[in-house]
């Protein structure tokens, strides 16, 4: 089946190409001291300058905020049994009047909901050390002052850009009065996921995110980060990929659909990219396609229903499930309310696989980037190396479309992709340990350096 109207939406393998090329490029203008702040592709450094090497242990709270829930998570890390366990966890729901509120609201919800946590745990008297997943774009300035650039995904709580975030945070808990909190590590959920699957597997070096948003991180050499003193070792960068294509570099393979839904987003021209991949896009870019073939009489003999017309009422999940069964796709039309016949419901199939294919493929696209970059900055031929993932729109799509094209356009990496479980909450727990197991091995060296020095002294 043709239908030229999808023709936009399928990139070739070379396409992709050019797309990682250009990619590459943004890299390293966003890596730069001079060119960072004009760069599309931010690649923040995280302060993160270690992943796990199996010896972290310890109590740990960790808070994930990131998408419409909040979550706060009491965390153990076992070293005996190399693993982190979840002791128990709260969920509480970000009202939309919230996201869009004023940002003292957001943050004394947040605090409100932690305080609930810790009298449920019976854990006010204690000062645990905390990590903090906030899975949004920032500028971290050390590992617990981090300031926000912008919000994405649906996020718009004024007074909040341009902040510190922990200081925000603080300030709402002493508003409250009833607990305090002692230091806390800032993480980006990309960084979580990499730092979680890193404790079980210790060559993760990348994490990713395809769900409601969109992004990586990866281990990036020291003298390459122009912007952090400092020659030696390394630091994880989180790209903030989904900006890509904000300066116009993807402007080709941007369809007329691409061009409305970021023209009717509360965020028009940011997070190009993201925008093309993410779980808070695809359902609408299917549902604009939709309309466009019923009002050309392509589909439901040019009948459109007012719910197909309404905003967002086409889900991503709706996608997956489409793309798992033709009995999924009858059911969903019939409750948008539109007439099909059978023709109908494997036209609407195509676009759903047109759609998530073209977002996997600009994934692979992406991360092969990533992936050929750390091999070269090793001088290595080959590369063999781990991803973390998770987000919604990684788990609930087949990824033989991503892998395919990696295979592509990384032939020189072998690549593997674990899947995190809880990895955006139980990373922060893990950011945080490396954090202290650095911090003890400094100490133990500056304090056995000491000693040398005391002996030179008596034998002199
Ligand atoms: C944010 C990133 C985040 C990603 C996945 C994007 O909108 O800018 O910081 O990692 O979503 O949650």
Redesign the pocket.
């Known amino acids: 089946m043709q239908l030229k109207h999808l023709e936009p939406f399928r990139l070739s393998l070379e396409k992709l190409k050019e797309v990682s090329t250009r990619l590459r490029k943004d890299m390293i203008r966003g890596l730069g001291k001079h060119t960072h702040h004009r760069a599309a592709v931010k690649m923040l450094p995280t302060f993160v300058r270690a992943t796990p090497d199996g010896t972290e242990k310890g109590d740990f709270l960790a808070l994930d905020l ?1 998408g419409t829930n909040f979550r706060v998570l009491h965390v153990r890390v076992m070293e005996e049994e190399q693993k982190m366990v979840k002791m128990d966890s709260q969920l509480c729901a970000i009202p939309q009047e919230i996201m869009l509120g004023t940002g003292e609201q957001l943050f004394d919800h947040i605090a409100a909901c932690l305080s609930e946590f810790l009298d449920s745990q019976n854990l006010k008297g204690q000062t645990l050390p905390m990590g903090f997943t906030f ?3 920032c500028e971290q300035k050390e590992i617990d002052k981090s300031i926000l650039i912008r919000w ?2 649906g996020f718009n709580c004024s007074g909040v850009e341009g902040e510190d975030v922990v200081k925000l945070l603080k300030e709402a808990i002493h508003r409250r009065g009833d607990y305090d909190i002692s230091s806390v590590a800032m993480v ?3 960084v979580g996921t990499m730092m979680s699957c890193g404790y079980r597997d210790q060559t993760c070096e990348i994490g990713m ?1 395809i ?5 990586a991180c990866y281990m990036e050499e020291m003298k390459n980060v122009k912007r952090v003193e400092g020659e030696d070792g390394q630091m994880c960068i989180n790209t ?1 990929w ?1 900006g890509f294509g904000d300066d116009g570099s993807l402007e080709d393979i941007l369809t007329e659909f691409d061009k409305v839904v970021d023209r009717t987003s509360i965020n028009p021209g940011v ?1 190009t990219f ?1 925008k093309m991949i993410s779980g808070m896009y695809l359902g609408e870019i299917v549902r604009l396609v939709l309309m466009k073939l019923t009002e050309k009489k392509l589909l439901f003999k040019g009948e459109v229903s007012e719910a197909l017309r309404t905003k967002e009422t086409f889900e991503t999940k709706f996608i997956s499930m489409i793309e798992d069964g033709l009995e999924n796709a009858k059911k969903i039309l019939t409750e948008l309310g539109l007439t099909w016949d059978l023709v109908d419901a494997r036209v609407v199939r195509l676009v759903c696989e047109t759609i998530s294919s073209r977002s996997a493929r600009l994934c692979a696209a992406a991360l092969a980037t990533i992936v050929d970059r750390i091999r070269a900055n090793r001088g290595l031929p080959h590369l063999k190396t781990t991803v973390g993932v998770d987000g919604t729109v990684y788990k609930k799509h087949p990824n033989d479309e991503l892998q395919k094209a990696m295979h592509f356009l990384a032939p020189d990496c072998k690549i593997k992709f674990l899947v995190s479980e809880d990895g955006s909450g139980k990373g922060a727990a893990m950011v945080t340990a490396v954090a202290q197991r650095l911090a003890l091995q400094s100490r133990l060296l500056e304090e056995s350096d000491g000693e040398e020095d005391e002996e030179e002294k008596v034998r002199s």
């Open positions: 990131g899975s949004f774009p994405t995904k980006n959920d990309t995110i769900g409601t948003g969109t992004n903030e989904g997070h993201e």
